[in-house]
């Protein structure tokens, strides 16, 4: 409401509060992307002026050099429709989140089945019948057995960890 009226105040055109802040929102809009992988940015088709100001600001090192790049790439953003960027920003973010809840879950199981063995397998195999007990039980055997050297502990205990993200689908 109080745009509006800043807006009507001078005679329909934005005020310079709003101008600013519009400014602000494009540039910090811009340095979430600097941040992505190149690979990311390309999937949100660009314009290739700004997917260059954006590439070339990956590669500045000089902290001024880089504040001038992003009110550049901030200035460019002012053409670009942002919200179809924030969706797949926000979905990119989703995903991301999901991922690491899903390593974080694989982890805690294979450091329960590495130190409590047996219990916890019978355990895991409640929750993910279709696993295969027996490689996972091998598995498990061969990254806890004093016998066998660290490094081949340390190889069983990623092809757990594998076979686990596997089970997971």
Not at 132 to 138: G, N
Not at 146 to 168: H, K, M, P, T
């Amino acid at each position: 409401m109080q745009e509006e009226e800043e807006s009507q105040e001078f005679g329909g055109r934005p005020s310079k509060s709003a101008r600013k802040r519009e400014a602000s929102a494009a540039q910090d809009l811009g340095t979430r992307l600097i941040a992505l992988r190149d690979s990311d940015l390309v999937e949100l088709d660009l314009p290739e002026r700004l997917l260059e100001a954006i590439r070339l600001a990956k590669r500045i090192t000089a902290r001024g050099g880089l504040a001038r790049q992003r009110q550049y790439i901030g200035k460019l953003m002012r053409d670009v429709d942002p919200a179809p960027i924030e969706a797949a920003l926000s979905a990119t973010s989703r995903t991301d989140a999901q991922d690491a809840e899903k390593h974080k879950r694989i982890e805690t199981w294979r450091a329960r089945l590495l130190a409590e063995g047996p219990a916890a397998l019978e355990e895991f195999m409640k929750w993910r019948p279709t696993a295969d007990r027996k490689s996972l039980q091998a598995l498990i055997t061969k990254a806890t057995n004093e016998r066998i050297d660290s490094g081949s502990r340390e190889g069983a205990s990623r092809q757990l960890f594998r076979a686990l993200r596997d089970s997971f689908g």
